[in-house]
């Protein structure tokens, strides 16, 4: 459903309350796509959480920082590749906020909310592309802002496991800083 087809719907069935339409959509649809945005970022920063605390749990030989940053950050743009969020029903009030849910009668609720999850489930996958090549292509900034090394030694900050989740970590941390960018 595109957004023409709603206001198609709003003219043939005109709302009983002093609503302005389209002032009503163009909120609307900033609300979702913002929301959807940030649900993707913060999706991706709870998978690399996740990711870091398994990666915290397991024992590895040493490695060099700058080879593992490289290899994490392909190996989670991958992993995001294939684990990308659905929009389900029940979304719609999130993305597109209470008040606009409030402002309308059941029917002209009905159809909106499935305008905003087809417009969700769209934004969100842009967003989701966009976050898989950001963590493809992160590695190099991650090497030269953490001063990372191409030296391996034995003590427990230079195993594989370890450098691993620490890069998760700051590639979450990121996720998040885009997610919330004011």
């Known amino acids: 459903m595109e957004r023409t087809d709603v206001e198609k719907w709003f003219r043939d069935n005109p709302p009983t309350t002093r609503v302005n339409v389209k002032e009503l959509l163009d909120r609307c649809e900033s609300a979702v ?3 959807a945005e940030e649900d993707a970022w913060l999706a991706a920063k709870n998978y690399a959480l996740g990711r870091a605390r398994e990666w915290k749990r397991e024992w590895s030989p040493p490695a060099s920082e700058q080879f593992v940053t490289r290899e994490v950050c392909h190996e989670l743009s991958w992993e995001l ?6 929009i389900e029903d029940g979304d719609e009030e999130h993305l597109a906020g209470g008040p ?33 090549k950001f963590t493809d292509h992160r590695a190099g900034e991650i090497i030269r802002r953490q001063g990372f090394t191409r030296d391996a030694g034995w ?17 979450a941390h990121e996720y998040s800083l885009r997610a919330h960018p004011r």
């Open 33 to 35: 796509r913002r929301h």
């Open 81 to 86: 590749a294939h684990h990308e969020p659905a």
């Open 100 to 132: 606009i849910r409030d402002a309308l009668l059941p029917d002209a609720w009905d159809v909106i909310r499935r305008w905003v999850l087809e417009l969700a489930a769209a934004e969100e996958h842009r967003a989701w592309a966009e976050i898989v």
């Open 155 to 171: 003590d427990p900050g230079h195993r594989y496991s370890a450098i691993a989740a620490q890069v998760a970590e700051i590639l």
